[in-house]
């Protein structure tokens, strides 16, 4: 826990802080060829950090032939892996549809448990907590990516209303977790992915007007709790740096050093000394 909490000093600690984030199934893998279980994985590969997570506690939803899961939004995927949408249930839909979707309720997240877990590691590593947020995902998930890159065009108020929903729900399970544990919480830790193999996802002008208020909303709110923020984000991404440290970003995770502009050298001489 020292050596993380040193690192987002800008503290050099005796080495480099590791989170294990494999896969699943990796590390059902790893588990059966080393023959240890999740805890003594962590130890074996040397991992500084813990994850708390709150449990799902709400209805149960069937779902349509060939759907492999659905989400809290009422997206159905399919496939190997995270899978991909089935349909996209506000493609076609209108402001008012927006506002009247069945979005899920806050309460249906059980925080109850999360304490415990974390004090179960008696502070020897930084712990993880806050719900993962991935909004940019559900958003894609819900409009389908290329028509939600027209609506920012054609109806930007649609969009904003999309992203205010989907964060008015994460917002709200994170602000009940850190009211049940936040005083056992180092690191608000959530997750958009905004990058490709050749750079943002979207401009830096589309970023700062659609994603970055939203996700200033969640470093804002992890902050009025004492916490570090930390985003990850897989891709390159290096482009919109300058504006997630404008707006109190504490550290980002995932560097993909084989992507645009996400060169660590180049990284650390231009960020180093104002974001993790």
């Avoid at 806050?106 to 502070?123: G, H, L, N, R």
């Amino acid at each position: 826990r020292e050596r993380v909490l040193a690192a987002f000093e800008h503290e050099e600690p005796d080495r480099m802080p590791c989170w294990c984030g494999a896969s699943v199934e990796f590390w059902d893998k790893a588990k059966r060829r080393l023959q240890l279980d999740d805890e003594s994985l962590r130890i074996r590969f040397g991992d500084d950090f813990r994850r708390v997570f709150a449990k799902y506690s709400g209805p149960e939803f069937d779902l349509s032939e060939g759907a492999t899961s659905r989400t809290v939004f009422g997206v159905e995927r399919e496939g190997l892996g995270y899978g991909q949408p089935v349909t996209h249930p506000l493609a076609d839909a209108t402001l008012k549809d927006v506002h009247d979707y069945c979005w899920p309720d806050p309460a249906w997240m059980d925080v109850t448990k999360i304490k415990s877990q974390a004090q179960a590691y008696d502070e020897r590593y930084a712990i993880l907590g806050g719900d993962w947020s991935p909004f940019w995902h559900d958003a894609i998930d819900l409009l389908g990516m290329e028509n939600m890159y027209m609506k920012m065009y054609d109806e930007p108020e649609l969009v904003d209303a999309v992203m205010q929903h989907l964060v008015d729900y994460y917002a709200e399970v994170s602000r009940r977790i850190f009211d049940a544990a936040g005083d056992v919480i180092d690191i608000f830790f959530i997750g958009n992915d905004l990058g490709s193999q050749t750079g943002p996802l979207l401009s830096p002008e589309l970023f700062e007007r659609f994603v970055l208020p939203p996700l200033k909303r969640l470093i804002d709110l992890g902050h009025s709790y004492r916490l570090r923020v930390q985003l990850h984000c897989c891709g390159g991404f290096a482009p919109l740096i300058p504006s997630l440290i404008d707006a109190g970003l504490d550290g980002l995770h995932a560097i993909q050093p084989s992507c645009y502009g996400m060169d660590l050298s180049q990284l650390k001489t231009n960020f180093g000394d104002k974001i993790l």
